[in-house]
């Protein structure tokens, strides 16, 4: 109600855009001009509706107030005419106001469309009808509330008043208000407006209890019936609530009643009481949104004393307490939900393609605190740090909640789980894998588990969803998947919170669903990637300095304006002298010969040729590279332009000089070109390499291909990496084959001189097939070396040169062999092949360096013979005579890696009982108990649902990058420190 003194300070006033004052109604007693005052009344509504108050006082109300004439000061009786006659339309209020609201609705639609209609939602709230009694006479108050819309004339009706027209009040230059039609900069303006009060006052979507009672009566009261006794929403009176009762013949009625974040909770609870909706004498159970509107905390003791002072067996709950409570608190007490783990401490915060000011934790905190917003989308190219970025937000999440649980899915850690099931399109089927992968005895139903999502309980994440995509195939529907978080995670309390990580290649922008929200996850920039390696080496320069050297052969630039940039797990494998491209990239290039969804660089290349062909019309991406290739082979990738025209003129193509000299690879300066990286010299190479294992041009071996295998392959360097990484695994037995038909002169090679010949044969290409089967223990590797190079009971013509292989020890068995016309050159391993009584070696070159430092060899001077042999690099070797196999180290090996997998579990370090472990460990506790003298292993003390004070066994946060043994590769810098730590037991 508006009282005395407020309606006074109204009167008082001048007027202005919310506030209109008339002294008699729009039409006189005998309803001459009736239609035509109709009209011009809702223009002058219609204005006052669409014009928003900045008057903090009114609080976003407008008033037009009839029988007050602002220049006399004067009152009049508004049901009375200027002559003093009683208008007939005025004598009932309610029936005026439902003329007005018909009028409104026949004349005019919401714009923009409310809950997708345009009906004029809630018409009746908005507007308010008083009648005032002040000094002997009285007034009428027509009151307008903000409203989620503005009004749009719907068709040419009245003066001036057109299909479309938005209407609004202004101000003229003398400070008096006119009404006057939106020009598009004022609707612009007024929709900004009109968004906030939405967001507001006027959710898009309804919230409801229902499945909170439904859950509720199928625990405790299955087979009763739910009745719906009560449903008001008016969010301009503030009068919202829903009431349901449980209801069945063996027990009382059950009352739930919801108030909501829009509830004016005094007013409704009156509303309530005096329709007798509530049993006062039953049990009722009070469900209340955490925040109200303005998104402060609601009093939940106020509302509870409120309520208990009528309601005898009332309780109140916010409702995601309730449902913790009374429902499924118990089915989140097993380690499938995520326990608060301890995460990477080398963690840089990102930046995202959708802010340059905000880091990539702050928007997805926005978006988890935003309304109806149930999906994000973090997107990325691989390796970009999505999973880490998510990881650490559920970190902060979880230490700043006490009631959250988060469901993490490792799609890696069940890829092989989810292949069994024929279809996967739901929350709850990578729920019931973990489950099942668990041996849960108490689990949640889909009911339930879409329950606590949508009550906010559970936070879900789908970590690496593109592997399910790429794996599964048709038999994974993204779009069921993201239709079923919509509809059935959040049809009640829209509370859901999923969080999908994905590859940009998997993921098809266009299915954006509702309120889908996507991130994309930027690369980091020098400066990030500089504070990376600082935060890794503790600030030590040197170590910064190489680090960044290293780098910048792979940093990403795309050939516009923008600041070249890096990988964050390329970053990473720089920290341990690992570089893997690990990139998926969504493009269509027309290319045969680069790998540009899987290889970043090549997507570089690729992309850059592309723009060429679209800006220059210059050749085709596969023609562009053979330019290259012949760029790095035969100059090394530095030339002049005579070379450059001469390698076009041979592939006429010379019109494409002066488009080459201008290419974004190459660098032009004073006639001279070069490419712009000198990674990319080695780059192109292994690209030329590449197609001619690829084509299997193996009848055309000549001197170049030949030398430049001899010179670029060596086991384990970044160019055999690279190759191997281009042509697969498979191509393996391919490769055998083809060494095989070389070695016995399948194609004509004579023309290659004796030497270079011995050295292709095996020191390049067996070299290449023991890097590409690097899982061949030391009997199998024996086995290929007989199959291609024994003949007549000796191996021939093998040459093992520059043979190193610090990260796995690349040896044979060569007890009993005999050896013929072979070459050992600086295979530093030699000395710990295995040797016997029967290993005969003839006329074979023997070159240091043979073996690695501080080991020795079980070869003798009995295997040699003397008189065809040369052995100046295994004098010192022969010497010693010491065996060499350290079974001691690998031993460890074995045995650290078996007890780092115990406290491993879905993509975590998880914390392990003293008693269980040593029970585990029992046969080699020794080791067990030595991780723990050096730290790797820690103990805390801990309560637990079985002891007060537990002891724990867990992971020491300094060796938590021993993830990568898990989840990338098969060693790291953490698990090869411990070995060596652990010598000196």
Same mark, same amino acid.
């Given at each position: 109600?508006?009282?005395?003194?407020?309606?006074?300070?109204?009167?008082?006033?001048?007027?202005?855009?919310?506030?209109?004052?008339?002294?008699?109604?729009?039409?006189?007693?005998?309803?001459?001009?009736?239609?035509?005052?109709?009209?011009?009344?809702?223009?002058?509504?219609?204005?006052?509706?669409?014009?928003?108050?900045?008057? =903090?006082?009114?609080?976003?109300?407008?008033?037009?107030?009839?029988?007050?004439?602002?220049?006399?000061?004067?009152?009049?009786?508004?049901?009375?005419?200027?002559?003093?006659?009683?208008?007939?339309?005025?004598?009932?209020?309610?029936? %005026?106001?439902?003329?007005?609201?018909?009028?409104?609705?026949?004349?005019?639609?919401?714009?923009?469309?409310?809950?997708?209609?345009?009906?004029?939602?809630?018409?009746?709230?908005?507007?308010?009808?008083?009648?005032?009694?002040?000094?002997?006479?009285?007034?009428? #108050?027509?009151?307008?509330?903000?409203?989620?819309?503005?009004?749009?004339?719907?068709?040419?009706?009245?003066?001036?008043?057109?299909?479309?027209?938005?209407?609004?009040?202004?101000?003229?230059?003398?400070?008096?208000?006119?009404?006057?039609?939106?020009?598009?900069?004022?609707? @612009?303006?007024?929709?900004?407006?009109?968004?906030?009060?939405?967001?507001?006052?006027?959710?898009?979507?309804?919230?409801?209890?229902?499945?909170?009672?439904?859950?509720?009566?199928?625990?405790?009261?299955?087979?009763?019936?739910?009745?719906?006794?009560?449903?008001?929403?008016?969010?301009?009176?503030?009068?919202?609530?829903?009431?349901?009762?449980?209801?069945?013949?063996? @027990?009382?009625?059950?009352?739930? /009643?919801?108030?909501?974040?829009?509830?004016?909770?005094?007013?409704?609870?009156?509303?309530?009481?005096?329709?007798?909706?509530?049993?006062?004498?039953?049990?009722?159970?009070?469900?209340?949104?955490?925040?109200?509107?303005?998104?402060?905390?609601?009093?939940?003791?106020?509302?509870?004393?409120?309520?208990?002072?009528?309601?005898?067996?009332?309780?109140?709950?916010?409702?995601?307490?309730?449902?913790?409570?009374?429902?499924?608190?118990?089915?989140?007490?097993?380690?499938?939900?995520?326990?608060?783990?301890?995460?990477?401490? !080398?963690?840089?915060?990102?930046?995202?393609?959708?802010?340059?000011?905000?880091?990539?934790?702050?928007?997805?905190?926005?978006?988890?605190?935003?309304?109806?917003?149930?999906?994000? #989308? %973090?997107?990325?190219?691989?390796?970009?740090?999505?999973?880490?970025?998510?990881?650490?937000?559920?970190?902060?999440?979880?230490?700043?909640?006490?009631?959250?649980?988060?469901?993490?899915?490792?799609?890696?850690?069940?890829? !092989? =789980?989810?292949?069994?099931?024929?279809?996967?399109?739901?929350?709850?089927?990578?729920?019931?894998?973990?489950?099942?992968?668990?041996?849960?005895?108490?689990?949640?139903?889909?009911?339930?588990?879409?329950?606590? @999502?949508?009550?906010?309980?559970?936070?879900?994440?789908?970590?690496?969803?593109?592997?399910?995509?790429?794996?599964?195939?048709?038999?994974?529907?993204?779009?069921?998947?993201?239709?079923?978080?919509?509809?059935?995670?959040?049809?009640?309390?829209?509370?859901?919170?999923?969080?999908?990580?994905?590859?940009?290649?998997?993921?098809?922008?266009?299915?954006?669903?509702?309120?889908?929200?996507?991130?994309?996850?930027?690369?980091?920039?020098?400066? /990030?990637?500089?504070?990376?390696?600082?935060?890794?080496?503790?600030?030590?320069?040197?170590?910064?300095?190489?680090?960044?050297?290293?780098?910048?052969?792979?940093?990403?630039?795309? &050939?516009?304006?923008?600041?070249?940039?890096?990988?964050?797990?390329? %970053?990473?494998?720089?920290?341990?002298?690992?570089?893997?491209? =690990?990139?998926?990239?969504?493009?269509?290039?027309?290319?045969?010969?680069?790998?540009?969804?899987?290889? #970043?660089?090549?997507?570089?290349?690729?992309?850059?040729?592309?723009?060429?062909?679209?800006?220059?019309?210059?050749?085709?991406?596969?023609?562009?590279?053979?330019?290259?290739?012949?760029?790095?082979?035969?100059?090394?990738?530095?030339?002049?332009?005579?070379?450059?025209?001469?390698?076009?003129?041979?592939?006429?193509?010379?019109?494409?000089?002066?488009?080459?000299?201008?290419?974004? /690879?190459?660098?032009?300066?004073?006639?001279?070109?070069?490419?712009?990286?000198?990674?990319?010299?080695?780059?192109?190479?292994?690209?030329?390499?590449?197609?001619?294992?690829?084509?299997?041009?193996?009848?055309?071996?000549?001197?170049?291909?030949?030398?430049?295998?001899?010179?670029?392959?060596?086991?384990?360097?970044?160019?055999?990496?690279?190759?191997?990484?281009?042509?697969?695994?498979?191509?393996?037995?391919?490769?055998?084959?083809?060494?095989?038909?070389?070695?016995?002169?399948?194609?004509?090679?004579?023309?290659?001189?004796?030497?270079?010949?011995?050295?292709?044969?095996?020191?390049?290409?067996?070299?290449?097939?023991?890097?590409?089967?690097?899982?061949?223990?030391?009997?199998?590797?024996?086995?290929?070396?007989?199959?291609?190079?024994?003949?007549?009971?000796?191996?021939?013509? /093998?040459?093992?040169? =520059?043979?190193?292989?610090?990260?796995?020890?690349?040896?044979?068995?060569?007890? &009993?062999?005999?050896?013929?016309?072979?070459?050992?050159?600086?295979?530093?391993?030699?000395?710990?092949?295995?040797?016997?009584?029967?290993?005969?070696?003839?006329?074979?070159?023997?070159?240091?360096?043979?073996?690695?430092?501080?080991?020795?060899?079980?070869?003798?001077?009995?295997?040699?013979?003397?008189?065809?042999?040369?052995?100046? &690099?295994?004098?010192?070797?022969?010497?010693?005579?010491?065996?060499?196999?350290?079974?001691?180290?690998?031993?460890?090996?074995?045995?650290?890696?078996?007890?780092?997998?115990?406290?491993?579990?879905? &993509?975590?370090?998880?914390?392990?009982?003293?008693?269980?472990?040593?029970?585990?460990?029992?046969?080699?506790?020794?080791?067990?108990?030595?991780?723990?003298?050096?730290? #790797?292993?820690?103990?805390?003390?801990?309560?637990?649902?079985?002891?007060?004070?537990?002891?724990?066994?867990?992971?020491?946060?300094?060796?938590?990058?021993?993830?990568?043994?898990?989840?990338?590769?098969? @060693?790291?810098?953490?698990?090869?420190?411990?070995?060596?730590?652990?010598?000196?037991?």
């Amino acid at each position: 109600m508006i009282s005395d003194r407020y309606f006074e300070d109204l009167v008082n006033r001048d007027e202005n855009t919310w506030l209109e004052f008339k002294s008699y109604w729009y039409w006189d007693a005998s309803n001459n001009k009736k239609e035509e005052g109709w009209n011009e009344l809702l223009k002058d509504l219609s204005a006052m509706f669409n014009t928003r108050s900045y008057d =903090d006082q009114v609080n976003g109300r407008k008033y037009i107030i009839f029988g007050y004439d602002e220049k006399t000061r004067n009152h009049n009786n508004y049901r009375e005419d200027r002559h003093g006659n009683d208008i007939t339309d005025l004598i009932d209020i309610n029936q %005026l106001k439902d003329n007005l609201v018909k009028k409104l609705k026949s004349r005019f639609l919401c714009y923009p469309l409310f809950k997708g209609s345009s009906d004029l939602y809630d018409i009746e709230s908005i507007l308010e009808i008083k009648a005032i009694n002040y000094k002997d006479t009285t007034n009428l #108050v027509l009151i307008i509330h903000d409203a989620p819309y503005l009004l749009q004339s719907k068709s040419n009706t009245g003066k001036g008043t057109r299909s479309g027209d938005i209407w609004l009040r202004k101000l003229k230059s003398d400070k008096t208000p006119e009404n006057d039609i939106a020009d598009h900069a004022q609707v @612009s303006e007024l929709l900004e407006i009109i968004r906030d009060i939405k967001l507001k006052s006027y959710p898009e979507k309804e919230t409801t209890i229902l499945k909170v009672v439904e859950a509720f009566r199928d625990k405790n009261l299955p087979g009763a019936d739910i009745i719906s006794k009560a449903n008001e929403r008016s969010y301009t009176t503030g009068i919202c609530y829903e009431i349901y009762s449980v209801e069945s013949e063996f @027990s009382n009625p059950i009352y739930f /009643l919801y108030f909501t974040k829009y509830t004016s909770q005094n007013k409704t609870f009156d509303h309530i009481k005096n329709l007798d909706l509530i049993n006062k004498n039953e049990k009722v159970f009070i469900l209340l949104d955490t925040v109200n509107k303005k998104g402060g905390k609601i009093d939940i003791d106020r509302i509870s004393y409120i309520f208990k002072e009528f309601y005898k067996k009332s309780e109140s709950y916010y409702i995601e307490n309730f449902s913790l409570i009374k429902l499924y608190e118990e089915l989140f007490n097993n380690d499938v939900f995520y326990k608060g783990q301890t995460l990477n401490k !080398n963690f840089i915060k990102p930046y995202t393609e959708e802010s340059s000011d905000k880091t990539a934790d702050l928007l997805i905190n926005e978006w988890y605190t935003s309304n109806n917003h149930p999906l994000l #989308v %973090l997107k990325g190219s691989g390796g970009c740090g999505k999973t880490t970025v998510v990881k650490n937000f559920i970190k902060s999440l979880y230490s700043s909640q006490s009631n959250i649980n988060v469901l993490y899915i490792n799609s890696h850690e069940i890829i !092989n =789980d989810i292949m069994k099931m024929d279809k996967i399109e739901d929350i709850f089927d990578f729920y019931s894998i973990l489950a099942t992968k668990n041996n849960l005895r108490k689990k949640f139903n889909k009911k339930l588990l879409a329950l606590s @999502s949508d009550n906010g309980n559970l936070v879900v994440v789908l970590d690496g969803i593109d592997e399910v995509i790429a794996k599964k195939g048709s038999d994974f529907d993204l779009n069921a998947l993201i239709e079923s978080i919509f509809n059935d995670y959040s049809g009640n309390l829209n509370k859901t919170k999923v969080i999908i990580t994905c590859r940009d290649f998997f993921w098809d922008e266009s299915q954006n669903i509702g309120n889908l929200k996507t991130l994309r996850l930027k690369p980091f920039d020098q400066k /990030l990637a500089e504070k990376y390696f600082a935060k890794v080496f503790n600030n030590e320069s040197k170590k910064i300095r190489q680090s960044m050297a290293i780098a910048s052969d792979f940093k990403i630039n795309d &050939g516009k304006d923008e600041p070249e940039s890096y990988i964050p797990y390329i %970053l990473d494998m720089i920290k341990e002298n690992i570089v893997i491209d =690990d990139n998926s990239l969504n493009l269509e290039l027309k290319t045969e010969v680069l790998q540009y969804s899987s290889n #970043v660089h090549d997507y570089l290349v690729a992309k850059s040729c592309e723009r060429e062909i679209i800006k220059l019309d210059n050749l085709e991406i596969d023609e562009q590279i053979k330019i290259f290739n012949r760029i790095a082979i035969e100059y090394d990738g530095i030339l002049n332009e005579r070379h450059l025209e001469n390698i076009l003129d041979s592939m006429h193509a010379t019109k494409n000089l002066n488009k080459f000299k201008d290419h974004p /690879l190459l660098v032009h300066d004073n006639g001279n070109l070069s490419f712009r990286y000198d990674f990319f010299a080695t780059y192109f190479k292994c690209l030329y390499l590449y197609s001619f294992f690829a084509n299997e041009e193996f009848d055309s071996i000549d001197s170049t291909k030949s030398n430049l295998l001899i010179r670029q392959i060596s086991f384990g360097n970044e160019f055999t990496l690279m190759l191997k990484t281009r042509l697969g695994t498979s191509f393996s037995e391919k490769l055998k084959e083809i060494i095989l038909f070389l070695v016995n002169n399948g194609y004509q090679i004579n023309h290659i001189q004796d030497g270079n010949r011995l050295m292709l044969l095996s020191s390049a290409l067996f070299i290449l097939l023991l890097d590409m089967r690097n899982e061949l223990d030391k009997n199998e590797r024996t086995n290929l070396m007989r199959e291609i190079y024994e003949k007549d009971g000796y191996i021939e013509n /093998l040459s093992i040169v =520059d043979l190193h292989s610090d990260s796995k020890n690349i040896i044979f068995d060569f007890k &009993g062999m005999k050896f013929n016309n072979c070459l050992f050159n600086n295979y530093d391993r030699f000395s710990e092949c295995t040797f016997d009584e029967h290993t005969i070696f003839k006329n074979t070159v023997f070159k240091p360096k043979l073996s690695h430092k501080g080991l020795n060899t079980n070869i003798s001077n009995f295997n040699i013979d003397f008189s065809t042999c040369n052995t100046v &690099g295994l004098d010192d070797l022969l010497e010693k005579k010491i065996a060499l196999k350290d079974m001691k180290k690998d031993e460890t090996r074995r045995n650290v890696k078996r007890i780092i997998s115990y406290f491993w579990n879905n &993509g975590y370090f998880t914390d392990k009982l003293e008693r269980e472990a040593k029970n585990r460990f029992k046969n080699i506790y020794q080791t067990f108990e030595n991780l723990c003298d050096i730290g #790797v292993i820690l103990a805390k003390k801990q309560s637990t649902s079985q002891k007060r004070q537990d002891t724990l066994y867990y992971i020491s946060d300094d060796y938590l990058d021993l993830r990568k043994i898990f989840e990338e590769n098969n @060693s790291c810098y953490e698990l090869e420190s411990i070995i060596k730590k652990l010598e000196s037991y």
